[in-house]
């Protein structure tokens, strides 16, 4: 896998993220599978393949952050150099039309919150 590169914040965060799914949600549909198999035939239990069905995307999230913060890299926000454009920078840019400034900060694609730009 390629590293990322994050800060402190977005690693923490992302280690909260996984912490919740194992130990909040994973028992949550582990109980939802159990309840649903106690309904007899599982041929025909569409609450049972639901569960199954929202079992295997949080395992798939899971495996996904674990990768992702196994490759993370922290990167020093005091160390890098602002003569050139790169991670962790802050950067403005005017709109010509408009005349508005609008500051962006370059981050990975893991602590990108493309709702709010």
Not at 26 to 33: A, F, G, H, T, V
Not at 86 to 113: F, G, H, P, R
Request: proline share 1%; hydrophobic share 40%; aromatic share 2%.
């Amino acid at each position: 896998m390629a590293i990322t590169y994050m800060t402190e914040e977005g690693l923490r965060k992302l280690k909260e993220e996984l912490v919740h799914m194992e130990s909040v949600q994973r028992p949550e549909i582990s109980r939802q599978i159990a309840e649903a198999r106690d309904k007899g035939d599982l041929s025909e239990n569409a609450e049972y393949d639901a569960a199954k069905e929202a079992q295997g995307l949080l395992e798939g999230k899971i495996a996904q952050l674990k990768g992702l913060i196994a490759t993370a890299r922290i990167i020093d926000e005091s160390a890098i150099s602002t003569d050139e454009i790169q991670i962790m920078n802050k950067v403005t840019i005017k709109n010509l039309k408009t005349k508005k400034d609008m500051t962006y900060m370059l981050v990975s694609e893991s602590e990108a919150d493309l709702k709010s730009g």
